[in-house]
C-alpha cells in the first residue's frame, strides 16, 4: 500500500495551492483520511481531515482557508488551500487508515512521502 501525495511547491502570500493525495495498492476501503503538515522545528501537526461519509475537521488556524474533498471512487484525497500564509510554509503529508483484508477488519494508518509548500513572496 503506497499513498503518494503531490501538488506542493512555491507560491506568494494570499495565493492558492491544490495538494493531492492517490492511496494505491490492495485495499478493502478506507476510513478516516487527512493531511497534517510539519514546520521547520515543529512537530507534525493536524491540518485537516475527511471521514469516509464526508464529515471534516479543520485546525483553528486554516479554518475558513483550506478545504479537504475526497473521491472513494478513486481512493483520493484532496486539500485545497486558499489565502496562504507564510506560516504555512511546511512539509505536508496526507495519510489514511486503512484495512487491508477481509478477514483482519483493523484498520492500519498509513503516511504519504510528504510534498512541500513554501508561502513567500
Known amino acids: 500500500v503506497q499513498l503518494q501525495a503531490s501538488g506542493g511547491g512555491l507560491v506568494q502570500p494570499g495565493g492558492s495551492l491544490r495538494l493531492s493525495c492517490v492511496v494505491s495498492g490492495s485495499i478493502v476501503s478506507i476510513n478516516n483520511m487527512g493531511w497534517y503538515r510539519q514546520a521547520p522545528g515543529e512537530q507534525r501537526e493536524l491540518v485537516a481531515r475527511?471521514?469516509?461519509?464526508?464529515?471534516?475537521n479543520y485546525a483553528d488556524s486554516v479554518n475558513g482557508r483550506f478545504t479537504i474533498s475526497r473521491d472513494n471512487a478513486k481512493n483520493t484525497v484532496s486539500l485545497l488551500m486558499n489565502s496562504l500564509k507564510p506560516e504555512d510554509t511546511a512539509v505536508y503529508y496526507c495519510?489514511?487508515?486503512?484495512?487491508?483484508?477481509?478477514?483482519?477488519?483493523?484498520?492500519?494508518?498509513?503516511w504519504g512521502q510528504g510534498t512541500l509548500v513554501t508561502v513567500s513572496s
Open positions: 495519510n489514511a487508515d486503512i484495512r487491508l483484508s477481509n478477514v483482519d477488519y483493523a484498520f492500519y494508518m498509513y
Open positions: 475527511i471521514s469516509r461519509g464526508g464529515s471534516t
